[in-house]
């Protein structure tokens, strides 16, 4: 039997006239996604995608849909005929070659032209079911549940539903400016930023000869795995250690970190607004450090005009990691390199910093050539998901 895909959207019934783009964006996404199965089909319709996996192995097609943002979810299933008797002969055949002992028919008329009713097609098939096999009928916790949706053009039956990660299609909703560092929050801040529909640029501050070559690297690994997410990402390296050193050499050290932040919030707004990007994105989380009181947000966010969004603001760290382990990313955030904020750490960071002190610290140097260096000097590297793909083959 000629098994599909059938893929449901996400929150898209809010979307009025852009729910055409959406559904069109998710259709272009999924086709890339699955470029590694060359022959698969994919019809993009108004209410579901079908995909026609051809000789592919249909698991691994289904294991690709669960990186693809905007799908709410998809299931395995058959398409027939709109045809009752047809469709009450193939889901005898099913209950047969299930063996199973009870069943249940959940019917859907989503096309209300098609001559029965939904409780009428339920007690045509179940009839069918209970006269030619011995199963009985358990509507409350069936060991087999054949669904059915009747559409305009077919009808779908199918057994599950498996959940898609949600959010919106990718590219439907701008670029931002995502802070990545080397730990565990900013990749999966990342991540969600992504599934939003969001696409993101990274900007990575690297402090050599303080930080090495490992960070560089665990950042590009981390890059890698998000783009499972998002198939191409560009990252901006900053080279900061010239801008750190000043900030300790004139700063007093409890508003080291404060300092440091504004910097790096600077940085990564004229970056951000030279790659068009329209929001500024990072992995702080309230209370997490001294640098993400509400104060110390307070002071160090007046610094930029870009909107900053932070999906992990009120997260718990033990849901975080949950998170990073699910995408993949956890094992290399924990792998034991130093990061710029590691090397400089301060033993007495400030939790409540006056703006006023902050402005006086940062009025006796001239950080502002100091970060039109920093940004003159950065470098680009770009990660796609080329070379992953030919790990899978
Ligand atoms: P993470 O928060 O990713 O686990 P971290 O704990 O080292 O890393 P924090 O000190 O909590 O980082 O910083 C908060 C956020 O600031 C990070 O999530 C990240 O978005 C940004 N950030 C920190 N260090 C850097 C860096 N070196 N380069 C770019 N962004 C950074
Ligand atoms: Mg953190």
């Known amino acids: 039997m000629n098994q599909l895909i059938m893929v449901r959207y996400g929150e898209l019934s809010t979307k009025g006239k852009n729910k055409r783009n959406f559904i069109q964006t998710l259709g272009n996404n999924i086709i890339h996604a699955l470029k590694q199965f060359p022959l698969c089909k994919v019809e993009i319709k108004h209410d579901h995608i079908y995909i026609d996996p051809k ?68 007690r045509y098939i179940a009839s069918k079911i209970l006269s030619q096999t011995s199963y009985k009928v358990d509507v409350h916790n069936p060991e087999l549940l054949i669904q059915i949706t009747i559409r305009e053009d077919y009808c779908y039956l199918f057994f599950s539903e498996i959940l898609g990660i949600g959010g919106y299609p990718l590219s439907t909703g701008g670029k931002a400016m995502m802070m990545l560092s080397g730990g565990i929050d900013s990749p999966v801040a990342s991540y969600l930023m992504i599934r939003r529909g969001i696409k993101i640029e990274c900007v990575h501050f690297a402090s050599p000869p303080y930080t090495n070559e490992g960070v560089i690297s665990k950042i590009k690994d981390l890059a890698k795995v998000l783009t499972s997410y998002q198939p191409n990402i560009t990252i901006h390296i900053v080279p900061f250690t010239k801008l750190q050193e ?148």
Do not use: W
Not at 372 to 387: G, H, L, P, R, V
């Open 55 to 122: 000789d592919n192995p249909i698991e691994k097609v289904c294991s690709r849909l669960k990186d693809v943002s905007g799908i709410y979810s998809f299931s395995i299933v058959e398409r027939l005929p709109l045809d009752i008797d047809i469709i009450a002969s193939r889901s005898l055949e099913i209950a047969k070659e299930q063996n199973k002992k009870t069943f249940k028919i959940k019917a859907k008329r989503a096309d209300k032209s098609f001559q029965y009713s939904s409780d009428e097609i339920n």
């Open 246 to 393: 000043e900030i300790y050499k004139n700063v007093n050290v409890s508003y080291a970190i404060t300092i440091m932040r504004r910097m790096m919030y600077r940085i990564a707004t004229i970056i951000a607004s030279r790659r068009s990007c329209l929001l500024l994105a990072n992995g702080e989380s309230l209370g997490q450090v001294a640098s993400q009181t509400p104060m110390s947000v307070n002071v160090i966010e007046r610094v930029t005009t870009y909107p900053v969004i932070r999906p992990l603001a009120v997260m718990d760290k033990i849901d975080i990691i949950k998170i990073a382990r699910q995408i993949n990313t956890y094992d290399i955030s924990i792998r034991p390199f130093e990061d710029c904020c590691t090397i400089f750490e301060v033993k007495d960071p400030t939790t409540q910093p006056s703006l006023a002190k902050v402005e006086e610290y940062e009025s006796k140097f001239d950080y502002q050539s100091l970060i039109d260096e920093c940004i003159q000097n950065a470098e680009i590297i770009k990660i796609s998901d080329e070379e992953a793909e030919d790990e899978l083959l």
